[in-house]
Every structure is written in C-alpha cells, then in structure tokens.
C-alpha cells in the first residue's frame, strides 16, 4: 500500500515504482480498474519501459478486481479509519504505517489458501489448507526470489519482534487521529438536490392534489 497526495499520473506512476523496488520478485503485471490515473500514455509509457503487462477492469464490473477491492476494509480501513488526512506530515505517517503493516502482514499473518470448490444443488463444500504465512509460501512454495532476497527475508524474520511492531503501528494511528481531530471536522458542501431527496415537493403536491369529487376548473358551459 501506498499514500499518494494527488491522482496525477506522474504521482501514481511514482508510487507503483515504489512498490516495484519493494517487492521481493519481479513484477510482470499491473491490473487497475478504469481511472484516470491509471489509464493515462504515462502510465503506460513506464510500464513499456519495464516491460510490464498492462491490464484493466471491465468498467461497472467490481468483480474483476475482487482480491483488491477487499483490501479496502481489510487492511486500510481498519488501520487508517475514516478520518481525513491531507497535510505532508500525515502522508509520511501513512506511509509508515503501511510499510510496517506491510511486514507484520506477509511475516507473521497466517492465512487459509481455498483448494477447492464442490457444489452440490444448493449446498457448497470449501476445502482450504493448512494456514501459513506469505513469507512461508514464498519461500518454500515458489522459485521466484534470489538468494540474496531469500536472505534478507530470513534476516527480517528472525530480528522482526511483532509486538514491537504492533506497538509502533499503534502509536502512528494514535497521532494520525490526533492531528486530524485537530484540525476540526470538514463542513460538508450543501445538497442542493436536498429537497428532491426528501421527497418534500412530491408530498406537498399530493397534499394539494383534488379530490375525486372536486373540480379544477371552473365550468362555463352546460357539457
């Protein structure tokens, strides 16, 4: 996860170089939903130039990003709340914060792989396997780090202390909450659809309406 002040295209492509030094493999794709600040020629010059595979959700479909759009709650809503954070102080907060996330997550967070998937009428049988780290799987499972990384993963493993960890993410929320508390709440804009919303003039026009046994207009002539 990354923090990025803007959605320009030079500050997304910025972050997604971030992540790509990050990351203990090589990166061989990017898949993003429809935004202007993904589908953008600088995005898609630098991924040329990195020989990186672009690809997009279909547009209105959220299923096609699933495993990402349920990050949303998972790991940056629980962490960062709702709250809002705008200033340069409270980026450099955020990106701590994910960066130590980042390794509690993948070293120490166990998680169940779905290994299949029986449907019998209405009735569905998940089989999942034995829970394990991304640090475990990564290791053992697949051939796709170097030696050196494969060391320096083991390094971070042993001198990691999680409840350290869990200590410090604790204190950057703790001081995230107070700075944006600080600042005062954001006064909404006004609805100016609020009485179309309310459904104020649909109910006072039905309070006006005539009643069957009325007459609107006034008669002049024998009908």
């Given at each position: 996860?990354?923090?990025?002040?803007?959605?320009?295209?030079?500050?997304?492509?910025?972050?997604?170089?971030?992540?790509?030094?990050?990351?203990?493999?090589?990166?061989?794709?990017?898949?993003?939903?429809?935004?202007?600040?993904?589908?953008?020629?600088?995005?898609?010059?630098?991924?040329?130039?990195?020989?990186?595979?672009?690809?997009?959700?279909?547009?209105?479909?959220?299923?096609?990003?699933?495993?990402?759009?349920?990050?949303?709650?998972?790991?940056?809503?629980?962490?960062?709340?709702?709250?809002?954070?705008?200033?340069?102080?409270?980026?450099?907060?955020?990106?701590?914060?994910?960066?130590?996330?980042?390794?509690?997550?993948?070293?120490?967070?166990?998680?169940?792989?779905?290994?299949?998937?029986?449907?019998?009428?209405?009735?569905?049988?998940?089989?999942?396997?034995?829970?394990?780290?991304?640090?475990?799987?990564?290791?053992?499972?697949?051939?796709?780090?170097?030696?050196?990384?494969?060391?320096?993963?083991?390094?971070?493993l042993q001198e990691t202390n999680p409840a350290a960890l869990r200590r410090r993410?604790?204190?950057?929320?703790?001081?995230?909450?107070?700075?944006?508390?600080?600042?005062?709440?954001?006064?909404?804009?006004?609805?100016?659809?609020?009485?179309?919303?309310?459904?104020?003039?649909i109910k006072n026009a039905s309070k006006k309406r005539a009643l069957s046994d009325?007459?609107?207009?006034?008669?002049?002539?024998?009908?």
């Amino acid at each position: 996860m990354r923090t990025v002040r803007s959605k320009g295209e030079r500050v997304v492509a910025d972050a997604l170089q971030q992540i790509q030094l990050a990351l203990p493999f090589h990166l061989a794709g990017i898949h993003s939903d429809n935004g202007s600040e993904f589908i953008n020629h600088h995005l898609l010059r630098w991924c040329n130039t990195w020989q990186i595979t672009f690809t997009r959700g279909r547009p209105n479909h959220k299923n096609d990003n699933a495993h990402v759009e349920q990050k949303n709650w998972a790991f940056v809503r629980r962490c960062a709340g709702y709250l809002r954070y705008d200033t340069a102080r409270e980026q450099r907060l955020l990106d701590q914060m994910w960066q130590l996330e980042s390794v509690l997550f993948n070293l120490f967070s166990a998680q169940q792989k779905l290994v299949s998937k029986t449907r019998v009428g209405a009735k569905v049988t998940k089989r999942y396997d034995i829970a394990r780290t991304p640090a475990d799987r990564l290791l053992n499972d697949y051939n796709l780090v170097t030696d050196q990384d494969r060391a320096a993963i083991q390094a971070l493993l042993q001198e990691t202390n999680p409840a350290a960890l869990r200590r410090r993410i604790g204190d950057i929320q703790s001081e995230l909450i107070y700075l944006a508390r600080r600042r005062g709440s954001v006064k909404p804009q006004p609805n100016r659809h609020h009485i179309y919303d309310s459904r104020t003039k649909i109910k006072n026009a039905s309070k006006k309406r005539a009643l069957s046994d009325e007459s609107t207009n006034t008669t002049y002539r024998a009908s």
